[in-house]
């Protein structure tokens, strides 16, 4: 025990490293975990990682989904609604037909039920590599928001396929009908359970007597306790954890305080960010247990079904994608959308965003390795090794492409009217005035008696004043930036201060610790406000 736990520190530290690597090269994380992954595969240390599935979909799945489902703005996922829901069910279940016939016909002996099983296992993209890539290059931000809400709802479709194709393998028997049925039940079940467990928790952060780190700890068994939930009575755990997580993300100003709202973000910031890590690099660790289990089947072979596959699946998504985007322009004569024309541009990026993780290898790894009778399972350790090319191949080729394809298609925001800096002027200007509206009509007498309500009400003026200078052009051309350097040069003076006072006995250090955290804070404010400032000075 006490060996693997000192292995996966030595994991997390190349993590790191390798994060360090990627942010160096202005490459996605994800990318160079993988090939980092392959080459530590080859080291006798690392050689013998295997990944158990059920650990991927219990322990790394629930808290992924659910980080993601607080990080998608529901404003956006419901305006998108259509197009993500299109992506989420109907294209991957026709990705899963078209790599159903295709493995069919190409590979001798794979029956059409191993196929639906292959393309259950492959058609959902992981949108973590693409929307890391994205946030590195200017796109606009209704692409990003559609890639965000696919990959919350289509692991959830895939993985239903990929239920009914198992069953269909096991059984020898396909009843579509009765799949018809069940696939909604599982669908709607998901939901209603993830709703309610999300009712429950909201109900406990609400109204029971929490601390910020009980609501922090209750904020990680969330997910688990959704997922757990669902999958008891044979539903969909992932659309349990999404549906869940939307519902209290949706809420997040009623149930958390302001201690629980900073700390937890911090916290899952964290949390996401090494269990993403630890996921992308065992995925690269696992082709030597991999091509150890083709048996039989050459691995040149293997390469040239996975090489093939992959070309078909990314033609696939390219031409759904293009499809939904006829489909939708034909729909806008008769319904309201959300973009009537949404041109050839924006469909050519969020097809060749279509790369493969960590849900395809984990439906791999949990195909069982006997059927009835104790036979093995007919070409378990091909799919796994089709499934590994197909990650890799889109991982490594499109990640590395998407940023080129995305600048020569020169995308444009035909949604966002007003630049992002002026939008921060407005909202700003717009918070300090009704401040000073509030402050002035509901404690106007206290003005003159009280010298802090009178400094409170002098800075909130005098932040309004700044930024109606800054939205009509008048504010000096260096003052924003003369400001902050000022005001960043001021905190840094009193953290100085501060850690002098720490030196002398007679104050506690916990109190010094609070104030230095309050800094922190004001720094954080400050930065964020002036965003565009901020380059030369961090």
């Given at each position: 025990m006490q060996s693997v736990f000192i292995q996966y520190v030595y994991l997390i530290l190349i993590i790191l490293s390798l994060v360090m690597i990627a942010n160096k090269l202005r490459l996605a994380y994800p990318i160079i975990l993988v090939l980092g992954g392959l080459l530590l595969s080859f080291t006798a240390r690392f050689s013998q990682i295997e990944i158990d599935p059920e650990l991927v979909f219990f322990i790394f799945l629930p808290p992924l989904l659910y980080d993601a489902a607080w990080q998608v703005s529901w404003k956006e996922f419901w305006k998108w609604r259509r197009v993500i829901t299109s992506f989420a069910f109907p294209i991957v279940i026709l990705t899963s037909c078209v790599i159903a016939f295709v493995s069919y016909a190409l590979i001798p002996g794979f029956t059409l039920a191993l196929g639906f099983l292959l393309g259950g296992i492959i058609s959902p993209p992981d949108a973590i590599s693409a929307t890391t890539i994205m946030r590195r290059v200017k796109v606009p931000r209704s692409i990003v928001s559609i890639v965000e809400g696919e990959s919350l709802l289509n692991d959830a479709s895939s993985l239903i396929v990929f239920r009914f194709a198992l069953a269909a393998v096991i059984t020898g028997q396909f009843y579509f009908q009765d799949a018809a049925i069940s696939f909604f039940l599982v669908i709607v079940m998901g939901i209603l359970?993830?709703?309610?467990?999300?009712?429950?928790?909201?109900?406990?952060?609400?109204?029971?007597?929490?601390?910020?780190?009980?609501?922090?700890?209750l904020s990680l068994a969330t997910p688990y306790c959704m997922y757990y939930f669902a999958e008891h009575f044979?539903?969909?755990?992932?659309?349990?954890?999404?549906s869940g997580g939307l519902f209290l993300s949706n809420r997040r100003l009623r149930m958390l305080t302001y201690r629980s709202r900073i700390q937890g973000l911090n916290v899952w910031a964290t949390i996401g960010f090494v269990l993403n890590g630890l996921v992308f690099l065992l995925i690269g660790l696992q082709l030597p247990t991999i091509v150890r289990?083709?048996?039989?089947?050459?691995?040149?072979?293997?390469?040239?079904?996975?090489?093939?596959?992959?070309?078909?699946?990314?033609?696939?998504?390219?031409?759904?994608?293009?499809?939904?985007?006829?489909?939708?322009?034909?729909?806008?004569?008769?319904?309201?959308?959300?973009?009537?024309?949404?041109?050839?541009?924006?469909?050519?990026?969020?097809?060749?965003?279509?790369?493969?993780?960590?849900?395809?290898?984990?439906?791999?790894?949990?195909?069982?390795?006997?059927?009835n009778e104790g036979q093995p399972f007919p070409y378990r350790n091909l799919i796994l090794f089709i499934t590994f090319i197909v990650i890799l191949v889109t991982l490594v080729f499109q990640g590395l492409t998407l940023p080129f394809v995305i600048r020569k298609v020169r995308l444009k925001d035909k949604f966002t009217t007003i630049p992002e800096r002026?939008?921060?002027?407005?909202?700003?200007?717009?918070?300090?005035?009704?401040?000073?509206?509030?402050?002035?009509?509901?404690?106007?007498?206290?003005?003159?008696?009280?010298?802090?309500?009178?400094?409170?009400?002098?800075?909130?003026?005098?932040?309004?004043?700044?930024?109606?200078?800054?939205?009509?052009?008048?504010?000096?051309?260096?003052?924003?930036?003369?400001?902050?350097?000022?005001?960043?040069?001021?905190?840094?003076?009193?953290?100085?201060?501060?850690?002098?006072?720490?030196?002398?006995?007679?104050?506690?250090?916990?109190?010094?610790?609070?104030?230095?955290?309050?800094?922190?804070?004001?720094?954080?404010?400050?930065?964020?406000?002036?965003?565009?400032?901020?380059?030369?000075?961090?």
């Open positions: 359970i993830g709703l309610l467990v999300g009712a429950v928790f909201y109900g406990i952060h609400r109204w029971l007597p929490t601390t910020p780190s009980i609501e922090i700890v044979h539903f969909s755990g992932v659309l349990a954890v999404v289990q083709l048996g039989d089947i050459s691995i040149i072979r293997a390469i040239g079904y996975g090489l093939i596959i992959s070309l078909v699946l990314i033609v696939a998504r390219l031409l759904c994608t293009f499809g939904a985007s006829v489909f939708t322009r034909v729909m806008s004569h008769f319904i309201t959308v959300a973009d009537a024309n949404p041109g050839w541009r924006g469909p050519v990026v969020i097809g060749w965003a279509g790369m493969r993780g960590v849900v395809s290898l984990a439906a791999a790894l949990s195909i069982p390795l006997l059927i002026e939008q921060e002027a407005i909202i700003q200007k717009k918070v300090a005035q009704t401040s000073i509206q509030y402050l002035e009509t509901k404690h106007g007498k206290e003005q003159v008696a009280n010298e802090h309500f009178q400094n409170l009400l002098g800075r909130m003026q005098l932040e309004f004043n700044f930024f109606q200078q800054s939205l009509n052009g008048s504010s000096p051309g260096n003052a924003r930036q003369d400001f902050q350097r000022i005001y960043l040069e001021l905190l840094e003076h009193q953290r100085l201060a501060l850690n002098e006072m720490n030196h002398r006995a007679e104050f506690d250090e916990d109190l010094i610790r609070k104030y230095l955290s309050l800094i922190d804070l004001e720094e954080l404010k400050l930065r964020e406000k002036f965003k565009d400032g901020t380059a030369s000075s961090e």
